[in-house]
Nanobody, 115 residues
């Protein structure tokens, strides 16, 4: 199983980024997917999740209305569209897959928001 994130970078406050996570070696279309983030010295926190069909999503309160999670099962890819970025969104963002209690993580992609 491999999850590869991309799309991170440096952006000014108020800007946008779209993260992508491409999955391989797993049944992507029947796996729950999620985005998490972590800053130094803090626990990894949930950002957003999406169910297998893409019809049900959840968001952390801190990103509601600004971030959108989506998936393309034909491309084995989950996305995180991030708008209205704030300095407090600075973190390493990780993609996670879940299926029947088995979890896999990507290596993470750095997002830095300057004020």
């Amino acid at each position: 199983v491999q999850l590869v994130e991309s799309g991170g970078g440096l952006v000014q406050a108020g800007g946008s980024l779209t993260l992508s996570c491409v999955a391989s070696g797993m049944p992507f279309s029947i796996s729950f997917m999620g985005w998490y983030r972590q800053t130094p010295g803090k626990q990894r926190e949930l950002v957003a999740t999406i169910r297998t069909s893409g019809g049900s999503t959840t968001y952390a309160d801190s990103v509601k209305g600004r971030f959108t999670i989506s998936r393309d099962n034909a491309k084995n890819t989950v996305y995180l569209q991030m708008n209205g970025l704030k300095p407090e969104d600075t973190a390493v963002y990780y993609c996670k897959s879940s299926r029947f209690g088995v979890e896999n993580w990507g290596q993470g992609t750095q997002v830095t928001v300057s004020s």
